[in-house]
């Protein structure tokens, strides 16, 4: 086989394996605006806690950050559920530049007060498998993106089970749907808010434990998948969760690929460029509905 072929094949994957994982950081956001309408600008701080808690776990215990990721999700889900309590429900019923300047500050709140509890240095995990890779016939499968591509999945099909087959998925669809309707159904609206925010940030903070071990925790850590977070749910369709996925698998290849025929410097701008270009053409993303 060509080694040219071999390289856009290598790629390919590579860039699979990492936009599953982006697609499960940014599906807790889309369900918060899905069911919220809320845009929560702090939710990779989320992710940033979420490895915190797998690299505290892993210090402290031995445990392994992809087991750890489960506590993360409940740690994520207890602060996002006292968040959207306390924070979030006041502001429901104000305008959009509210909730921005809430969620915004809340984003630097958590990042700086986890500088003063933690200092800004960068802390990673050492795991049996670290550096190990399986071949896949000529490719090569690295087996920390590979787990945390498994996981990813696995924590996606729990949440799409949970959403489409629990009292507690139906009621969150049906508060999306039509507020007024599910609470003259019976619904609790506010705890339906509040668990879908929690489940929201839960999942952020779940990708968040499962990338650990390729990647290194700082208090700054959520900044470098903000943007690509907030780009990921656009692109699949805001409030979408299968676009979600969608949008991280096009994501991560689009910014392998970059990688592979353009300088470094050049990844994120073609992977925008290419954004761009699709919304010109699909303005509600890939899976995107048409709205009026």
Same mark, same amino acid.
């Given at each position: 086989?060509? %080694?040219?072929?071999?390289?856009?094949?290598?790629?390919?994957?590579?860039?699979? +394996?990492?936009?599953?994982?982006?697609?499960?950081?940014?599906?807790?956001?889309?369900?918060?605006? @899905?069911?919220?309408?809320?845009?929560?600008?702090?939710?990779?701080?989320?992710?940033?806690?979420?490895?915190?808690? !797998?690299?505290?776990?892993?210090?402290?215990?031995?445990?392994?950050?992809? +087991?750890? !990721?489960?506590?993360?999700?409940?740690?994520?889900?207890? +602060? &996002?559920?006292?968040?959207?309590?306390?924070?979030?429900?006041?502001?429901?019923?104000?305008?959009?530049?509210?909730?921005?300047?809430?969620?915004?500050?809340?984003?630097?709140?958590?990042?700086? @007060?986890?500088?003063?509890?933690?200092?800004?240095?960068?802390?990673?995990?050492?795991?049996?498998?670290?550096?190990?890779?399986?071949?896949?016939? %000529?490719?090569?499968?690295?087996?920390?993106?590979?787990?945390?591509?498994? !996981?990813? +999945?696995?924590?996606?099909?729990?949440?799409?089970?949970?959403?489409?087959?629990?009292?507690?998925?139906?009621?969150?669809?049906?508060?999306?749907?039509?507020?007024?309707?599910?609470?003259?159904?019976?619904?609790?609206?506010?705890?339906?808010?509040?668990?879908?925010?929690?489940?929201?940030?839960?999942?952020?903070?779940?990708? &968040?434990?499962?990338?650990?071990?390729?990647?290194?925790?700082?208090?700054?850590?959520? !900044?470098?998948?903000?943007?690509i977070m907030f780009l990921v749910v656009v692109l699949g369709g805001l409030g979408n969760a299968a676009g979600a996925l969608a949008g991280g698998l096009a994501a991560g290849v689009i910014q392998s690929l970059s990688g592979?025929?353009?300088?470094?410097?050049?990844?994120?701008?073609?992977?925008?460029?290419?954004?761009?270009?699709?919304?010109?053409?699909?303005?509600?993303?890939?899976?995107?509905?048409?709205?009026?």
């Amino acid at each position: 086989m060509l %080694p040219e072929l071999l390289q856009f094949l290598q790629a390919v994957l590579d860039g699979l +394996l990492l936009g599953g994982v982006y697609g499960v950081i940014a599906i807790g956001l889309t369900l918060i605006f @899905g069911t919220l309408n809320v845009v929560n600008f702090a939710q990779a701080e989320f992710t940033m806690i979420g490895m915190y808690v !797998a690299w505290f776990l892993w210090h402290a215990l031995g445990i392994d950050p992809l +087991l750890g !990721a489960v506590i993360s999700f409940a740690a994520g889900f207890a +602060l &996002g559920a006292a968040v959207e309590a306390s924070l979030i429900r006041p502001v429901m019923k104000s305008t959009g530049a509210a909730q921005i300047f809430l969620t915004v500050g809340l984003m630097m709140v958590l990042e700086n @007060g986890a500088l003063l509890l933690f200092g800004s240095d960068y802390r990673s995990v050492l795991t049996p498998y670290q550096t190990t890779a399986y071949r896949l016939g %000529p490719l090569f499968v690295s087996a920390p993106y590979l787990y945390a591509f498994v !996981a990813a +999945l696995l924590g996606a099909g729990l949440m799409w089970l949970v959403m489409m087959r629990s009292w507690l998925g139906r009621a969150i669809r049906a508060t999306a749907q039509d507020r007024m309707a599910a609470e003259l159904s019976g619904i609790n609206t506010r705890l339906v808010h509040m668990a879908a925010f929690g489940i929201g940030t839960g999942m952020s903070a779940f990708g &968040g434990g499962v990338i650990l071990p390729y990647s290194s925790v700082s208090p700054t850590a959520g !900044a470098q998948y903000v943007v690509i977070m907030f780009l990921v749910v656009v692109l699949g369709g805001l409030g979408n969760a299968a676009g979600a996925l969608a949008g991280g698998l096009a994501a991560g290849v689009i910014q392998s690929l970059s990688g592979l025929y353009a300088p470094i410097q050049m990844q994120n701008l073609t992977l925008f460029v290419l954004f761009l270009a699709l919304l010109y053409f699909r303005p509600n993303g890939l899976l995107g509905g048409k709205r009026a």
